[in-house]
Nanobody
């Protein structure tokens, strides 16, 4: 069974930094895409950043220039370095991965449990 385990998060003042990491484990053949989404209270979940094939990142406009996504561990780990954090970055951050468990299986989407990021002004 595939699992996504997240670490990092916490509370920081505006202008500070945090790093989130997520590692996939279980029966995995390939992970074409891994990324991070976030959901603030009363808002829809939104894409923050993802990385395709372990080396092609995309970012939401709101985080460009401040956040960096990168993968490691044979592309089973994705990390999000968040710098110059702002109060509007406060949200629960979720790891997301599209995983193929074997070469005969379709891609499936998995989510982590979520980790809270709180930025105070």
């Amino acid at each position: 069974q595939v699992q996504l385990v997240e670490s990092g998060g916490g509370s920081v003042q505006a202008g500070g930094s945090l790093r989130l990491s997520c590692t996939a484990s279980g029966s995995i053949y390939s992970i074409p895409v891994m990324g991070w989404y976030r959901q603030a209270p009363g808002k829809q979940r939104e894409l923050v950043a993802d990385i395709i094939g372990g080396n092609t990142p995309t970012y939401a406009d709101s985080v460009k220039g401040r956040f960096t996504i990168f993968s490691a561990n044979a592309k089973k780990t994705v990390s999000l370095q968040m710098n110059n954090l702002k109060p509007e970055d406060t949200a629960v951050y979720y790891c997301n991965a599209k995983i193929r468990e074997s070469w005969t299986r379709d891609l499936e989407t998995y989510w982590g449990q979520g980790t809270q990021v709180t930025v105070s002004s």
